[in-house]
């Protein structure tokens, strides 16, 4: 079975550019979450998806960041316009119908670093 | 406020012991709790999930503990090996339609040998 697809795996830009960031969750998996992880820290979530539909984005910054999910399937993040602060590894998961039980899964991440 | 805690940022012991990591929350009421385990570079990885209504889960080396009263979870690693080195996070899981899912900032364990 293949696990979540995430690119790029890196990416460096300047502060005040814009960048996008993909996702593929596993086959079937109608759950969807963004995260973003600062070094030291634990994952924070971002925004989840049930199919194509927004369950939470409480913590979206959403004056610059924005997340699609067209289809129900995969999934982009933007983050225009980037700040230093915004320098993380960007986590996508997704699970199965029957969370918790059955564990989320994560893809590898892209690093991003905000000059 | 509501916060999670995990017993500290770094913990070296030696090959052969017991590992104990510590997750404390306030101000949550959890119905799941989950340990991951995430090396460098990479995504973190389900290790074990504990219901509510649970002591104790076990699995292979690993065990973990829920005290709803304490508000605290142990997760222990048994015969610790240096390939356990890595970062441990707990996460709550909680109760709402959307199962929104919390998590501490992790403890980095390396095992000597």
């Known amino acids: 079975e293949a696990g979540v697809a995430q690119s790029p795996r890196y990416k460096i830009i300047e502060k005040r550019q814009s960048v996008a960031f993909w996702c593929n969750p596993i086959?079937?998996?109608?759950?969807l979450y963004w995260y973003q992880q600062i070094l030291g820290q634990g994952p924070k979530l971002l925004i989840q998806f049930q199919n194509n539909g927004v369950v939470d984005d409480s913590q979206l910054p959403k004056d610059r960041f924005s997340a699609e999910r067209l289809k129900g399937v995969d999934s982009t993040l933007k983050i225009q316009p980037a700040k230093l602060e915004d320098s993380a590894v960007y986590l996508c998961?997704?699970?199965?119908?029957?969370?918790?039980?059955?564990?989320?899964?994560f893809g590898p991440g892209t690093r991003l670093l905000v000059l | 406020s509501q916060k999670i805690e995990q017993n500290s940022e770094a913990l070296n012991i030696q090959e052969g012991k017991t590992a104990t990591l510590t997750c404390n929350y306030t101000?949550?009421?959890?119905?799941?709790l989950q340990w991951y385990r995430q090396d460098p570079g990479r995504g973190p990885v389900f290790l074990l999930l504990i219901r509510e209504n649970e002591k104790e889960k076990r699995k292979e080396r690993l065990k973990v503990t829920f005290d709803t009263t304490l508000k605290q979870s142990l997760f222990h690693i048994t015969a610790s090996q240096p390939a356990d080195s890595a970062t441990y996070l707990c996460a709550l899981v909680l109760y709402s339609s959307a199962s929104k899912i919390i998590f501490g900032s992790g403890t980095r364990l390396s095992i000597r040998p």
């Open positions: 101000n949550y009421s959890p119905a799941y």
């Open positions: 086959s079937g998996h109608a759950t």
């Open positions: 998961a997704s699970t199965p119908a029957n969370f918790p039980e059955e564990t989320q899964y």
